[in-house]
Nanobody, 119 residues
Framework: EVELVESGGGSVRPGGSLRLSCIIN????????LSWIRQAPGKDLEWVAS????????RYTHDVIGRFTISKREGDNAVHLQMDNLKIEDTGRYYC????????????RGRGTQVTVAS
């Protein structure tokens, strides 16, 4: 089982940007999915984006297409989520996981990082 540690959260105004990072320990050359999921206040967990550990096959939930970019370089032990043009509804706690695309459970999960978008 891997340990995942998120960072990069914060408070921004609508239209702002944040870059989340997740350190993966230990590093492995195995091929597996890395995902970001989030939980807004009072709501259920929601899948946001996924990418293969090779850095290929990025996928996104419809609401973030064109605004969020998930990235990982092969051989690197970090996955990132660049979030641009943030909206108030993007507010929530963001978790890094090893779950498959579309899933909110399964695999390992970090403790999360808080993202707050407010005017």
């Amino acid at each position: 089982e891997v340990e995942l540690v998120e960072s990069g959260g914060g408070s921004v105004r609508p239209g702002g940007s944040l870059r989340l990072s997740c350190i993966i320990n230990p590093f492995t050359w195995d091929l597996y999915w890395l995902s970001w999921i989030r939980q807004a206040p009072g709501k259920d967990l929601e899948w946001v984006a996924s990418i293969l550990s090779s850095g290929e096959s990025d996928r996104y939930t419809h609401d973030v297409i064109g605004r969020f970019t998930i990235s990982k370089r092969e051989g690197d032990n970090a996955v990132h989520l660049q979030m641009d043009n943030l909206k108030i509804e993007d507010t929530g706690r963001y978790y890094c996981t090893t779950s498959a695309p579309g899933n909110i459970s399964g695999g390992s999960r970090g403790r999360g990082t808080q993202v707050t978008v407010a005017s």
